[in-house]
């Protein structure tokens, strides 16, 4: 089946440090998703990319959907300690449908 | 606006028993998916749910199954419970139309273990 392959799969920074995380897939996808996931809680999207080549922000989030329409990445500037939880890339292969094609999750720890 | 609420938040069942776990969408979301989540296998898509049919189901044993009412809420049942059962069970939900902004909306979760 479809794979998505996260990395870093864990990630120790200092506050105020920027970060990078990446994904990239076996296969086309024509949506990628970006989920924040805190303990007890579902995940939370946080980017949404529809088009290759297509880079968005939201604050200090930055996502781009790679040109081969196989990989992702997301960057977070300037981190903050509530930026800690795991984050998680999905991808989309077929337009309209729901099932989505999750990364094995990046843990991101902050030491303050 | 009320989010995704996944009812119990928390359950504990023998082997071989049955479980149900029930989802209520954001109000006007018509489709509901359901992903079962463990530390191994991470997020797996499970199955879609729109206007009362399933659309979509992932590579799941026939133990898993669901259904929608026709107020678009959600359950999903697990019979004969193994222990690789135990896991967090996500519902989400989305408004439909042909905008692909439309996406998901996570529940919190139920935390399912089995002993």
């Known amino acids: 089946g479809q794979q998505l392959n996260q990395s870093p799969q864990s990630m120790f920074i200092q506050e105020g440090e920027d970060v990078s995380m990446n994904c990239t897939s076996s296969?086309?996808?024509?949506?990628w998703l970006w989920y924040k996931q805190e303990p007890g809680e579902g995940p939370v999207l946080l980017i949404a990319?529809?088009?290759?080549?297509e880079l968005t922000s939201n604050g200090r989030l930055t996502a781009q959907f790679g040109i081969t329409r196989k990989d992702s990445f997301l960057n977070i500037s300037a981190s903050i300690p509530s930026d800690v939880g795991i984050y998680f890339c999905?991808?989309?292969?077929?337009?309209?449908?729901?099932?989505?094609?999750f990364g094995q999750g990046t843990r991101l720890t902050i030491n303050p | 606006k009320a989010g995704v609420t996944q009812t119990p938040r928390y359950l504990i069942k023998t082997r071989g028993q049955q479980v149900t776990l029930s989802c209520s969408p954001i109000?006007?979301?018509?489709?509901v998916s359901w992903y079962q989540q463990t530390p191994g296998q991470g997020l797996q898509f499970l199955f879609e749910?729109?206007?009362?049919?399933?659309?979509n189901k992932g590579n799941f044993p026939g133990r898993f199954s669901g259904r929608q009412f026709s107020n678009s809420r959600s359950e999903m049942n697990v019979s004969t419970l193994e222990l690789g059962d135990s896991a967090l069970y996500l519902c989400?939900?989305?408004?439909?139309?042909?905008?692909?902004?439309?996406?998901?909306?996570f529940g919190p979760g139920t935390r399912l273990t089995v002993t």
């Open positions: 989400a939900s989305r408004r439909t139309g042909e905008d692909p902004s439309y996406e998901q909306y």
């Open positions: 296969s086309i996808f024509n949506t």
């Open positions: 990319l529809y088009k290759a080549g």
């Open positions: 999905a991808g989309r292969s077929i337009q309209g449908a729901q099932k989505l094609v």
């Open positions: 109000s006007g979301h018509r489709s």
């Open positions: 749910y729109f206007s009362e049919t399933q659309r």
